[in-house]
T-cell receptor, first 114, second 117 residues
Framework: KQEVTQIPAALSVPEGENLVLNCSFTDSAIYNLQWFRQDPGKGLTSLLLIQSSQREQTSGRLNASLDKSSGRSTLYIAASQPGDSATYLCAVRIKATSGSRLTFGEGTQLTVNP | GAGVSQSPRYKVAKRGQDVALRCDPISGHVSLFWYQQALGQGPEFLTYFQNEAQLDKSGLPSDRFFAERPEGSVSTLKIQRTQQEDSAVYLC???????????????FGDGTRLSIL
């Protein structure tokens, strides 16, 4: 069974700092990995999607990497801002015979202090 | 609308009542997923539809949970004889994947927050 772990569970940083969120998964047979942002009381906003054949994806101040063989992904946030405060979730899409569900980690709760 | 729409946003029910949660996916999206998110946890998969066909319901926690998508668009998640442990946020997601293509992102609604008293 695929398991996804995110470290740390919570992180508090001063504004302007660069930071890294970590995600690990136990089964490397994945189609892709997706990073989401979730604000309190809201749904999930997709940030980056990395296909299994890719090593990284970038969007603005965000960079996500994928090392499928070791079962790891990182989300790098440059020059953090208070508006980045949210819970960040990673999810892997597993290879299955029926459908392609996402398996989520428990998230990292990020607070960026002004 | 441009995104996935879920209703109601909040639902409070007494233990033992039946509830129905609605999801309007992005127009044209063939794949639809339901997830359950407990407080402080990541979402957990419940069930998956490809058009009107329910292809995977292995995540439904009990036979009190039932989902349908009769015309391949709007979906309803029904919970019968609700229990306190059913309290959670129920998220719906859709994607444009066809069965053989799993490389498109899932787009999520804001969820329905269900509280069972």
């Amino acid at each position: 069974k695929q398991e996804v772990t995110q470290i740390p569970a919570a992180l508090s940083v001063p504004e302007g700092e660069n930071l890294v969120l970590n995600c690990s998964f136990t089964d490397s047979a994945i189609y892709n990995l997706q990073w989401f942002r979730q604000d309190p009381g809201k749904g999930l906003t997709s940030l980056l999607l990395i296909q299994s054949s890719q090593r990284e994806q970038t969007s603005g101040r965000l960079n996500a990497s994928l090392d499928k063989s070791s079962g790891r992904s990182t989300l790098y946030i440059a020059a953090s801002q208070p508006g980045d405060s949210a819970t960040y979730l990673c999810a892997v899409r597993i290879k299955a015979t029926s459908g392609s569900r996402l398996t989520f980690g428990e998230g990292t709760q990020l607070t960026v202090n002004p | 609308g441009a995104g996935v729409s879920q209703s109601p946003r909040y639902k409070v029910a007494k233990r033992g009542q039946d509830v129905a949660l609605r999801c309007d996916p992005i127009s044209g999206h063939v794949s639809l997923f339901w997830y359950q998110q407990a407080l402080g946890q990541g979402p957990e998969f419940l069930t998956y539809f490809q058009n009107e066909a329910q292809l995977d319901k292995s995540g439904l926690p009990s036979d009190r949970f039932f989902a349908e998508r009769p015309e391949g668009s709007v979906s309803t998640l029904k919970i019968q004889r609700t229990q306190q442990e059913d309290s959670a946020v129920y998220l719906c997601a859709s994607s444009s994947n066809n069965r053989g293509l799993s490389n498109q992102p899932q787009h999520f609604g804001d969820g329905t927050r269900l509280s069972i008293l």
